[in-house]
């Protein structure tokens, strides 16, 4: 049974390590984007317009600079979490539930590749 085993094989290992390098550089260029949006102070022209407008305008702008800085730190967060998920890798305790202390279907592992819990572990936190 799968559930017996301690950890995955090193050839596992080593798939997984790919596949999140790959999320990785995939996550920081999608944060360059994020941060290059957030630091882009461009005037849109709004100096010859009404006031009204104006204050319209920059509170649009306020808005859309707070939701950047909430995905730029929502990202940085998903890329330390593959970054730990490389460390674990190493330490060849990857994949083990650490609440259960079973191994996390290789399936789930593909699709969330920073995952720590089991599903059975996360539904015991509900």
């Known amino acids: 049974m799968s559930d017996e085993r301690v950890r995955y094989s090193d050839a596992d290992l080593q ?21 290059e949006s957030f630091i882009n102070d461009q005037n ?3 100096d010859d317009t009404s006031p009204t407008f104006k204050a319209f ?32 890798i190493e330490n060849k305790t990857y994949g083990v539930c650490r609440v259960t202390g079973k191994l996390i279907p290789k399936e789930r592992l593909l699709a969330v590749p ?9 539904n015991m936190q509900k």
């Open 44 to 46: 849109n022209g709004t």
């Open 114 to 122: 920073h995952a720590t819990l089991s599903i059975e572990a996360k």
């Open 57 to 88: 305008e920059e509170g649009a702008e306020t808005l859309s600079k707070e939701q950047n800085a909430i995905l730029a730190g929502r990202q940085e967060k998903f890329i330390r979490d593959l970054k730990n998920a490389l460390i674990r």
């Open 15 to 35: 798939e997984f390590k790919a596949v999140i390098k790959e999320k990785i550089a995939k996550a920081e260029k999608d944060l360059a984007l994020i941060n």
